[in-house]
Each structure stands twice: as C-alpha cells, then as structure tokens.
C-alpha cells in the first residue's frame, strides 16, 4: 500500500532541497526509499512510499530543509536517537514586533544566544520566518526547547545558561557511572 503526502514550502527554499545537480533529492530518494516530486513554482513537495516510517523520515527531512537548516544537518533525522522540534511563534506573537523581539531573545547579539545554546544542548538550532527549529538528540532537543520556551517567557539569559550548564554537567555525570 502507497502512501502520499503533500508539504507546502517556501519557494525561496526549493532550490536547496533540489541541491545542485538533484543532488540533495537523489540522497532523499536513496535513503529513505520514497519518491519525491518538487514543483518549485508553487513550492510544493509530494512524497511517496510504502513504508511510514521511511515516508516521515523524509518529510522531517524535507519540513528541516524547508525552515533553514542545512541538508547534511537535516539529514542527521536519518538517526533513530535524533529529534526534529518545530516552535510556532507565530501563534505566541501578538504582533509584528512582538515577533521580531521574540526571535531576538533567541538569537542574540551577533547570534551569541544561539550559538550558545546549540553548544550546551548539542543541537542544531533554526529561527526562520515564524518558526524555531531544534534538530538534535531526543533529550537535548528536550533541554533546548526548554531553554528557549524560557526566553520566549522573559527568563534572564544567564539563568537559562546556568540551567543548561546544568542540565549538561548531570548529563556528563550519568554517562561517567553508565
């Protein structure tokens, strides 16, 4: 039995899920076992396939590439242990502005914020459009969407650093008595 899914993405974002030569749609194809269809006037994605789990791998895949992020780091949801987390701050957003300094929370100043956080949670980190993204292990996709639902609440940067910080040193300790 075939299954069938439409994934609208934005245009802007069809070129680098097409990757130069088709490469990134031959390696979805390869992998996964599904079919891709990419219109790329209308920015849309039709995948197919018999097997579910293969067909939600690849429109995780597809969803990742689609809100920023990098194919080899999109490609990483291949792992079982890996997660793909999408925040909507569009329905948190009151406004225009308010969405504007709610991405900057999360960036910070020249990205510090970020990058900051995708090094204590060893994840990989997306703010496009309306959305966050988290691509990482299951539990640190956890802490990181934690620490940014933090920020996005107001919480102070340095105590949303310090609970990571502790959240990686318990981390650390229970893989040294595994």
């Known amino acids: 039995m075939e299954f069938s899914y439409e994934i609208k993405i934005p245009k802007m974002r069809t070129a680098v899920l097409i990757g ?3 490469e990134i749609k031959k ?7 599904t079919d891709v269809i990419i219109d790329s006037a209308e ?10 789990i ?5 429109q995780n895949i597809i969803k990742a590439i689609a809100r920023g992020f990098n194919p ?8 079982p242990d890996y997660a793909f987390e999408i925040i909507d701050l569009g329905s948190i957003a ?6 504007i300094r709610l991405r900057g929370r999360v960036i910070g100043f020249k990205g510090k914020s ?33 620490a940014i ?8 940067h340095a105590n949303v650093f310090k609970f990571l910080e502790k959240q990686k040193k318990m981390n650390l300790f229970s893989e040294e008595n595994f």
Do not use: P, Y
Request: glycine share 10%; net charge positive; hydrophobic share 35%.
């Open 114 to 146: 970020r990058k900051t956080i995708e090094d204590l949670t060893e994840t990989n980190i997306s703010v496009f459009g309306k959305t966050i993204c988290i691509i990482g292990e299951i539990s640190n996709v956890n802490n990181c969407k934690r």
């Open 54 to 58: 293969s067909l939600m791998d690849a």
């Open 20 to 22: 130069k030569k088709g």
């Open 72 to 79: 080899e780091i999109a490609f990483l949801l291949l792992k």
């Open 27 to 33: 390696r979805l194809k390869q992998e996964t076992g």
């Open 43 to 52: 920015g849309i994605v039709t995948v197919s396939g018999d097997d579910a």
């Open 149 to 156: 639902s933090q920020l996005i609440k107001g919480g102070k």
């Open 94 to 99: 009151r406004n225009k502005n308010d969405l």
